[in-house]
């Protein structure tokens, strides 16, 4: 059975670390810390259902986290408990090691997720301990909270945006003062040696103290020309925070407030916006679970053309626009926006390929992979998702000429036409010549060019996508 509050004001409490890797602006340390008087075990589980699924560069920014959450910890008196394997277990032992009733939990969106805290809540209660879920961790507002009069969850953008604007933001948890009772846990793994992901502006390193410098110039710096170059892809000027929103390194709500969610500029708005997509994508996610796997609105068939998939995976498709997204995304674990949907485009409705390949793809080398995002962002360009223009197509010759008009983001990820000089050839370089294609190893464009399939197609006239 549960107990009173009171009768737990003297015991410590579990604070479980999920994707919400920071001290500051965490609702669930400050409610474990205000259950029982700041006796907490702060825990982080190696999760073994999960672990052996992530990439190198994610697994070592996981570990560089850990590692600063540790030190964040310890400044406010206490330490990261370590242990690894099935999350349930492992946090009915640790509850059970220090005689917690209360332990505390970010509520998530995934199916992984939901039968993971309701599975933990029945393990929990049947040792007389209570699980509490935050739903106001990950995301700004909760999943749940927003609806529409007709349905449990928005499926057009816009009407969300207008509403989540208008929701005031919940006040900052602070962060506690805290004793860790005796317990053991596992060494904290060494993060591993090697590239860090990112690309122009420098490496991605894991942890909240970094996440919180990279914000801090981001809003003192850079933010007042979002708008202007959020899409520029050799300018590659995007705030780079996905990572560590994922990971919650940063508190998204922290981010909105200090964007100044109240009185935005131009640049703060358009960013707002972007941070109330990745909402309204959890909030989907939430209600329709199964989104991984099934179209949200139903279409015809895909093609299977394994030889396609491969040239698409490998960035040799011939179109240098749709390669250098791809090689940026192999070689750095990441990718800019445009080049997301550019190359999402081509696979899904240029080559006619099931979103869900290329999820798997993006999903295995992202660093910022998270499934709310990464699933819905493919349905809604697959024309599967929540567009209002399902059949809209993004034609990569025009994308290219507006969003890479220098070609530099081609000549910066594609070596082989890296001496190109004029812009023209360079995003199609069948103008150079079938002999120059061959000596310089580029391979021929594998869908028809010019009068075409590439060529005919165009995008919707003043389309505005993100
Ligand atoms: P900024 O432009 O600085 O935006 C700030 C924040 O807003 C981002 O960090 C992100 O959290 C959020 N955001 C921005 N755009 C979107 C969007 N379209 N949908 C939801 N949230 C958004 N984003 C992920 O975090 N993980 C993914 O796995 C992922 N997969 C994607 C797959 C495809 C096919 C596409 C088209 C987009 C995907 N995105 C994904 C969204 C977007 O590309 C990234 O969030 C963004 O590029 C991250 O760079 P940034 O932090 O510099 O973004």
Not at 109 to 118: C, F, G, L, P, S
Not at 246 to 257: D, W
Not at 436 to 448: T, W
Request: charged share 25%; hydrophobic share 40%.
């Amino acid at each position: 059975m549960p107990s009173s509050p009171s009768s737990s004001q003297s015991r410590a409490a579990v604070a479980v670390f999920t994707r919400d890797l920071r001290v500051h602006d965490n609702p669930v340390l400050a409610a474990a810390a205000a259950s029982s008087g700041g006796e907490v075990v702060p825990l982080f589980v190696l999760d073994g259902g999960i672990l052996p699924r992530i990439s190198p560069t994610r697994r070592r920014f996981l570990e560089e986290s850990l590692a600063d959450l540790d030190a964040g910890l310890r400044r406010l008196g206490g330490r990261l408990v370590l242990r690894s394997g099935d999350v349930v277990a492992e946090v009915c032992r640790v509850a059970h090691e220090v005689d917690a009733v209360e332990v505390h939990m970010a509520a998530d969106v995934t199916a992984y997720a939901h039968e993971r805290q309701d599975a933990l809540a029945a393990a929990l209660r049947a040792q007389g301990a209570e699980l509490h879920l935050h739903d106001q961790v990950h995301t700004i507002q909760p999943p749940g909270d927003l609806r529409p009069n007709d349905r449990d969850h928005f499926s057009v953008f816009t009407p969300y945006w207008r509403r989540w604007a208008e929701i005031p933001l919940r006040p900052p948890a602070t962060a506690p003062h805290l004793s860790v009772p005796d317990i053991a846990g596992q060494e904290l793994p060494v993060p591993a040696d090697g590239e860090s992901a990112g690309g122009l502006h420098g490496g991605l390193h894991g942890g909240e103290t970094e996440g919180r410098k990279r914000a801090k110039q981001w809003l003192d710096k850079t933010v007042d020309e979002y708008e202007d170059i959020h899409d520029d892809l050799a300018a590659d000027a995007t705030s780079k925070l996905s990572p560590y929103l994922h990971f919650g390194c940063v508190s998204a709500t922290e981010l909105a407030a200090r964007a100044g969610r109240d009185h935005p500029g131009s640049g703060a708005e358009a960013f707002l916006r972007q941070l109330c997509w990745r909402d309204f994508h959890h909030q989907v996610l939430s209600a329709r679970p199964d989104a991984p796997h099934t179209d949200l609105r139903p279409r015809g068939s895909w093609r299977d053309d394994p030889d396609a998939l491969a040239a698409w995976s490998e960035g040799r498709t011939g179109i240098p626009i749709v390669d250098a997204g791809m090689r940026q995304l192999a070689a750095e674990g990441w990718m800019h926006n445009r080049a997301r949907l550019i190359t999402a485009s081509f696979l899904t409705k240029t080559l006619g390929i099931d979103w869900r390949a290329g999820a798997a793809h993006f999903a295995h080398h992202l660093l910022d992979a998270d499934v709310a995002n990464n699933v819905l962002n493919w349905q809604w360009v697959a024309g599967t998702g929540m567009d209002t223009r399902p059949n809209r197509v993004l034609n990569p010759l025009r994308q290219a000429a507006r969003y890479d008009p220098a070609g530099e983001y081609v000549r910066r990820y594609v070596p082989e036409l890296a001496d190109v000089a004029d812009a023209g050839q360079v995003h199609e370089p069948w103008r150079l010549g079938e002999s120059a294609l061959k000596e310089r190893d580029y391979p021929a464009s594998i869908v028809e060019v010019g009068g075409g399939k590439v060529g005919k197609r165009v995008d919707e006239p003043g389309e505005a996508l993100f």
